[in-house]
């Protein structure tokens, strides 16, 4: 059974950090790029960060400013998201997914596996 479990959110305040996880289980989580994508209340989904199958080339939206750190480790099927200087845009429910290419990570639309999600709450 395919699995993608996200854990590590929580309440934080303005300027404060989180690091969420994500297990893989149930596929071949070396063949498929990872991205973290995050849905604010009462809105669409954006995606927010991915990664390649091996970890060499990283990308993030522009609303993220350099504050977000994405890596993997393929040996532990694991992905990470580090989250710095959060701000109160940042609430949302993050989740991470899979996809089979390493190409327009970007396009939501084309992932084959999600997770259920973590909660973000940045507040003051």
């Known amino acids: 059974q395919v699995q993608l479990v996200e854990s590590g959110g929580g309440l934080a305040q303005p300027g404060g950090s989180l690091r969420l996880s994500c297990d893989a289980s149930?596929?071949?989580?070396?063949?498929?790029?990872m991205s973290w994508a995050r849905q604010p209340p009462g809105q669409g989904p954006e995606w927010v960060a991915g990664i390649y199958k091996d970890g060499s080339g990283k990308y993030y939206t522009n609303n993220v400013g350099g504050r977000f750190t994405i890596w993997r480790n393929n040996a532990e099927n694991k992905v990470y998201l580090q989250m710095n200087d959060l701000k109160p845009e940042d609430t949302a429910l993050y989740y991470c997914a899979a996809v089979e290419d390493d190409f327009d990570m970007a396009v939501i639309s084309r992932y084959r596996y999600w997770g259920q999600g973590t909660q973000v709450t940045v507040s003051s």
């Open positions: 149930g596929f071949a989580f070396g063949r498929y790029a």
